[in-house]
């Protein structure tokens, strides 16, 4: 089921959003469209079912002035929450208004106007169609970077290969080539690059990508780009998806209610034993990870159906839904909303967090700060802790699930150098 969400907020003043190819305002999912289409016919003909009693009879500048402010308010709705701006509807919407104003100036009855407004009120569904292009955008994925050019490509080329189709990257003030590596991907519309300054920057970009590209994508995925979404069982993330929705679905309905999101476990990966920055791969050179049950391994990130999605209030992990929406594991276990779930079996979804690579990188990781946290630097006895959890924990479980990937993003890779 949909919802319409209409007080989308403008862009941050500071937000410079760079898109190319397919993903300008009027490109939404079929879906999306769909319930678009429904609230412009219904509208219309009440519109038109007014325009005729005035026809009928004498001219009432309180119902005209009644259509036109509908009309204002109905077509400002959509607009904003729809992504429609300066489209042929809006303009149509426009002329209408035009000529409810023209009409009200004349002095007696004038039908040529009522007439030429029926039949631009007969337009809207034309309208509509030359205003939006239907996309075929079934899972994306939001995330926010800094300084993650070095491993950013293969990130990008696994998921795309996996059945990602758009990846929305918000920039926090990257000084690397971030956005020059990106370039190739936003000419061919598959990311839509945001520049995203200041601290504490993740949940706003977050709740930025949901109020600003809910209806351009089916499914809207939260992540790190040191973290892998994995299809376990085969290499369709989709399908994987669509049937851990289906499972919760009929779970949730005993007790009435829907899936608004799933929620999938990381599972950490460490060193591999690599003190140094290693050449390759990150999915060739990091096979070893902690075990199964351990405690980090609880936490989750969530895949939701941003239309039902409201927001990220306290931590990037989990979000709030409309009400009747709710938040399940895989197979359909209801997850209180928080960053962990602690049952999480990883039989079909699972996210590889790549976390520390090697201890060379990881030292630099933990000094560098994170994206979400105002002031998160760790003292040189902070460091050599977590450094040592790491080894002692991280390197524990030899998993070999991405070699099967391994030469695909390599060709991938060279295709784009």
Not at 20 to 39: H, P, R, T
Not at 53 to 59: A, D, H, S, T, V
């Amino acid at each position: 089921m949909f919802y319409l969400f209409i007080n989308r907020k403008s862009l941050n003043y500071y937000t410079e959003v760079y898109v190319i190819a397919g993903d300008i305002g009027g490109f939404m999912i079929q879906e999306s469209y769909d319930v678009l289409e429904k609230l412009v016919k219904e509208m219309q003909k009440k519109i038109i079912e007014t325009i005729y009693k005035i026809n009928l009879f004498e001219k009432d500048y309180a119902v005209i002035a009644k259509i036109q402010q509908s009309i204002i308010e109905f077509g400002s709705n959509i607009e904003q929450s729809f992504h429609i701006e300066e489209s042929e509807l809006i303009h149509n919407f426009q002329y209408c208004c035009e000529l409810l104003y023209k009409y009200c100036k004349v002095e007696t009855k004038h039908n040529e106007i009522l007439n030429e407004l029926s039949s631009k009120v007969s337009e809207w569904n034309e309208a509509l169609k030359q205003s939006v292009e239907i996309i075929d955008r079934r899972l994306s994925i939001v995330a926010i970077v800094r300084n993650e050019g070095e491993y950013l490509r293969e990130w990008i080329e696994y998921h795309f290969l996996s059945g990602v189709s758009h990846i929305y990257l918000y920039d926090n003030e990257s000084t690397d080539d971030t956005k020059e590596i990106l370039k190739d991907y936003m000419v061919k519309g598959l990311v839509t690059y945001i520049w995203w300054p200041g601290k504490a920057a993740q949940l706003p970009a977050y709740n930025h990508a949901l109020e600003n590209y809910r209806y351009d994508t089916y499914y809207m995925g939260f992540i790190d780009a040191d973290e892998f979404l994995i299809s376990v069982q085969n290499e369709n993330l989709c399908e994987a998806i669509d049937a851990a929705f289906e499972m919760s679905t009929k779970r949730l309905k005993y007790i009435g209610g829907q899936c608004g999101g799933i929620g999938i476990n990381w599972r950490m990966y460490g060193t591999s034993f690599h003190k140094e920055k290693p050449d390759g791969l990150v999915i060739e050179n990091y096979k070893h990870r902690a075990v199964d049950t351990y405690i980090e391994n609880g936490h989750i990130k969530t895949i939701c159906n941003p239309r039902v999605a409201v927001s990220f209030d306290c931590n990037p992990h989990c979000l709030n839904y409309l009400n009747g929406y709710y938040c399940t594991s895989e197979d359909g276990a209801y997850i209180i909303p928080d960053a962990f779930f602690f049952d999480g079996m990883c039989i079909n979804l699972r996210i590889n967090h790549y976390y520390s690579k090697s201890e060379e990188e990881l030292i630099k990781r933990l000094k560098k700060g994170k994206a979400k946290e105002n002031d998160n630097k760790l003292n040189e006895e902070q460091i050599s802790k977590r450094l040592q959890a790491v080894r002692d924990n991280f390197n524990i479980e030899f998993d070999p699930i991405m070699n099967k990937y391994i030469k695909k993003v390599k060709r991938c890779l060279q295709y784009h150098v």
